[in-house]
């Protein structure tokens, strides 16, 4: 079974520009959350899409948005880039069942740098 | 922001030796506790996971114990292994949604 896959793998920006970060789920999951990752600030949790419905979201500011497609697929949109905005993005993927045993299994990310 | 706080920072263990690593979360809503393994370049991996309804989880070398009343969970791994390097994260959730992360502890086995 293929694992989460995410595209691009390293994007470089600049300051202003915004960026479409894509994620393809394990077939059969229907939950996709997305991350980002910082060395100062860490693994943060920026929202959680299913079946097509935003289900839960982080502390981000709405320069951030996302999207679910009908077959799971999600997008990440950042809009008027910051400096700040320097960081690995992780996406993960689940059954979305909330059950004790539904495993989120992480993609290697995409490594996004703001010039 | 901060709603798990992970200790300590790095951990440098001999092979063969225990590796402790703490954390410690302020809301009691919280109801799923898992532990995340990342090596470099690749994203996390979950370990192992733990409910609150439960004092202690063991899989294979790895064994979270949990202290409601403390609010504080711990992963031990037992017999370390130069391959178990990584950097862990502990978390916190609800139901498995809006994940709060430790900082993280990067560990070294040296062998």
């Known amino acids: 079974k293929a694992g989460v896959t995410q595209t691009p793998r390293y994007l470089i920006k600049t300051r202003g520009q915004q960026v479409t970060l894509s994620c393809s789920p394990i077939s059969g999951h229907r939950s996709v959350s997305w991350y980002q990752q910082t060395p100062g600030q860490g693994l943060q949790f920026l929202f959680e899409y299913f079946s097509e419905t935003q289900r839960n979201k982080g502390n981000f500011p709405g320069r951030f948005s996302g999207r679910q497609f009908s077959n799971s697929r999600s997008e990440m949109n950042v809009s008027t880039l910051e400096l700040g905005d320097s960081a690995l993005y992780l996406c993960?993927?689940?059954?979305?069942?909330?059950?004790?045993?539904?495993?989120?299994?992480f993609g290697p990310g995409t490594r996004l740098t703001v010039l | 922001q901060q709603q798990v706080k992970q200790s300590p920072q790095s951990l440098i263990v001999q092979k063969g030796g225990i590796s402790i690593i703490n954390c410690a979360y302020e809301?009691?809503?919280?109801?799923?506790f898992p532990w995340y393994q990342q090596f470099p370049g690749k994203g996390p991996a979950l370990l192992i996971a733990i409910r609150p309804d439960v004092s202690e989880k063991k899989e294979g070398r790895f064994t979270i114990s949990f202290n409601k009343s403390a609010k504080q969970f711990s992963l031990h791994i037992m017999d370390s292994q130069p391959g178990d390097s990584a950097t862990y994260f502990c978390?916190?959730?609800?139901?498995?949604?809006?994940?709060?992360f430790g900082a993280g502890t990067r560990l070294t086995v040296k062998p």
């Open positions: 993960a993927s689940s059954r979305g069942s909330l059950a004790d045993t539904d495993t989120q299994y």
């Open positions: 978390a916190a959730s609800i139901d498995g949604n809006d994940m709060r």
């Open positions: 809301n009691t809503a919280f109801d799923y």
